[in-house]
């Protein structure tokens, strides 16, 4: 744990706790764990690439349905310091940039203050960043990316309680209903669902 400061690894030690007991009773949270153990098979599902640079190595602080603040969500927190830069795990069009929110912390009225980047892929499935810095986009609503592509900086806005990237994927179903999605993510140990209190390196 090497350059954090005291508060930060009592705080990340409180989240790899939190994570370690989830008490979610959505259905996908079991299906997520056996993908994750390789009880169920995923051969067909778009991979993913890590959302940072290659080469590079970072920790999931929130795992999937991590009762921290993932309690309902089947999302990832990355540990990024402010100012990390955010590549794009899919390649797709720009549907929403938010850069000008100013502040954060641990109280929900923060959280109109988040700042995030949606990305629309080809098949309908969206992605979002959360948390980025003030004006830390470097794309555009719009724009066309590429996967990989640097998208944006990683910050502390909204409802953070310590600087990281919060990701999540998600589609939506015929009555234009909300359904989040646990997606499988190239590293350099292989194509895997990520987990929680883990570190992950993006392949060079």
Request: proline share 3%; charged share 20%; net charge positive.
């Amino acid at each position: 744990m090497k350059g954090f400061t005291n508060s930060h690894n009592t705080l990340i030690i409180f989240l790899f706790v939190l994570t370690s007991c989830s008490v979610s009773n959505n259905p996908l949270r079991l299906t997520i764990k056996d993908l994750q153990k390789g009880k169920l098979k995923d051969d067909t599902s778009y991979i993913y690439n890590l959302p940072y640079e290659s080469g590079k190595t970072h920790r999931i602080v929130q795992g999937y349905f991590g009762v921290f603040s993932h309690k309902e969500r089947a999302a990832l927190d990355f540990n990024f310091k402010r100012g990390t830069p955010i590549h794009a795990i899919r390649g797709g069009i720009v549907v929403r940039v938010k850069e000008d929110g100013d502040r954060g912390g641990w109280n929900k009225k923060y959280r109109p203050y988040g700042n995030n980047i949606v990305i629309e892929h080809a098949d309908g499935t969206r992605a979002g960043y959360w948390h980025l810095q003030q004006n830390g986009a470097a794309v555009n609503t719009g724009d066309t990316v590429q996967q990989g592509q640097l998208i944006g900086y990683s910050g502390k806005t909204g409802y953070a309680a310590i600087p990281h990237l919060h990701l999540i994927v998600w589609r939506f179903d015929q009555q234009h209903q909300w359904q989040q999605m646990a997606t499988r993510f190239r590293t350099d140990n292989g194509v895997i669902y990520l987990k929680a209190r883990k570190k992950y390196t993006s392949p060079r």
